[in-house]
C-alpha cells in the first residue's frame, strides 16, 4: 500500500510560472524526500526535508513540512520545460528504514 | 561516478515463462533496492538488501518471486513464472548511508510486458 497522496494528480502550466504540488501521508515519519522521474527514467532525488524542519530551499525548489497535518508541498519557482516530469513524495515511517512512496503528480511545463 | 546499471531495459515474455532482471549498484553503496513501479503509481518496495543480506522482504511474493545479492554487490531478480499481472517497471536502487536519511539512487529500471 502507498503511504503518501499526491495533489493534483496532474498539473500543466506555462514555462516561467510556479507549480506547486503537495503530498499527504497518514503516519509519523522520519523525513520526507521529493524525486523526479522524467518519462521511461528512473527517480531523481531532490531534496530531504527531516521532520523536525518545516522549510526548506534548492535552487528553485522550496519545500515545506507540516507535520501536524501530515502533509509536505514542493514548489517549483519559474519553471522551465525541462521541469516536465512526475514527482514523488516518499516518506519513512518513524522507527523504519522502509521508504514508502506516493501516487506521484505528472507535471507538464509548456514551452 | 556510473550510476546504477540495470539490464534488460525491456522484456516481452508469455505468461507462465521465467524472467530475470539483473542490477549492479554505485560502487560502495551497501544498501540495494528492488521496487516495481505500476503504470500511473509510485514504486513499491520488494526487497531491501544491506551488503547480501535480505533485511525487508515483507512484500516481494515469495512463490513466484526470488532475490539475490552476491557478494553484497550485484543483485538479480527472478520471477517463474511470469503472470500477466507482472507487468511492470522494475526499478533497481542503491545507498550508501545507512539510516533513515538515506538518498537512494535509481537505475532506469527494466520494463516487463507479459503477453
Not at chain 1, 530551499?57 to 522550496?62: C, E, I, K, T, V
Not at chain 1, 508541498?73 to 516518499?90: M, Q, V
Not at chain 2, 536502487?93 to 537505475?107: L, N
Request: proline letters at 4%.
Amino acid at each position: 500500500s502507498q503511504q503518501g497522496e499526491e495533489d493534483p494528480q496532474a498539473l500543466s502550466i506555462q514555462e516561467g510560472e510556479n507549480a506547486t504540488m503537495n503530498c499527504s501521508y497518514k503516519t509519523s515519519i522520519n523525513n520526507l524526500q521529493w524525486y523526479r522521474q522524467n518519462s521511461g527514467r528512473g527517480l531523481v532525488h531532490l531534496i530531504l526535508i527531516r521532520s523536525n524542519e518545516r522549510e526548506k530551499h534548492s535552487g528553485r525548489l522550496r519545500v515545506t513540512l507540516d507535520t501536524s497535518k501530515k502533509s509536505s508541498s514542493l514548489l517549483i519557482t519559474a519553471s522551465r520545460a525541462a521541469d516536465t516530469a512526475s514527482y514523488f513524495c516518499a516518506t519513512t515511517a518513524s522507527g523504519t528504514y522502509k521508504y514508502i512512496f506516493g501516487t506521484g503528480t505528472r507535471l507538464k511545463v509548456l514551452a | 561516478e556510473a550510476g546504477v546499471v540495470q539490464s534488460p531495459r525491456y522484456k516481452i515474455i508469455e505468461k507462465k515463462q521465467p524472467v530475470a532482471f539483473w542490477c549492479n549498484p554505485i560502487s560502495g553503496h551497501n544498501t540495494l533496492y528492488w521496487y516495481r513501479q505500476n503504470l500511473g503509481q509510485g514504486p513499491e518496495l520488494l526487497i531491501r538488501y544491506e551488503n547480501e543480506e535480505a533485511v525487508d522482504d515483507s512484500q516481494l511474493p515469495k512463490d513466484r518471486f526470488s532475490a539475490e545479492r552476491l557478494k553484497g554487490v550485484d543483485s538479480t531478480l527472478k520471477i517463474q513464472p511470469a503472470e500477466l499481472g507482472d507487468s511492470a517497471v522494475y526499478l533497481c536502487a542503491s545507498g550508501k548511508d545507512r539510516g533513515r536519511r538515506e538518498t537512494q539512487y535509481f537505475g532506469p529500471g527494466t520494463r516487463l510486458l507479459v503477453l
